[in-house]
């Protein structure tokens, strides 16, 4: 059974850059045809899909994030990590990591955590 489990702080200050570990379990972040994704959800707002690992190392992001994001991994911890720079408080929402495919959607999701960007 996959699981993913998000790790990280719940409270940073605008301006700094926030990072996130996903933490996976069951299977291996190097599998094909895999996909490892981050994904928010500001408050009352729809999800908004940020960026992706693939299982082959190449990375993609959505560009309204403006190069502010940038995905890491550690295949020896099973981990991979979401770094945003130059937080505002529009940053502020639920943060989930997500397994996909390369072919299609994210099926198995972390339960997803708070963060919050005040000063």
């Known amino acids: 059974q996959v699981q993913l489990q998000e790790s990280g702080p719940g409270l940073v200050k605008p301006s700094q850059t926030l990072s996130l570990t996903c933490t996976v379990s069951g299977d291996s972040i190097t599998t094909s045809p895999y996909t490892w994704n981050w994904v928010r959800q500001p408050p009352g707002k729809g999800l908004e899909w940020m960026g992706v690992k693939v299982f082959d190392g190449n990375d993609f992001y959505s560009p309204s994030l403006k190069s502010r994001a940038s995905i890491s991994r550690d295949t020896s911890k099973n981990q991979f990590s979401l770094q945003l720079s130059s937080l505002t408080p529009e940053d502020t929402a639920v943060y989930y990591c997500?397994?996909?495919?390369?072919?299609?959607?994210?099926?198995?999701w972390g339960k997803g955590t708070l963060v919050t960007v005040s000063s």
């Open positions: 997500a397994r996909g495919r390369v072919w299609d959607g994210m099926n198995i």
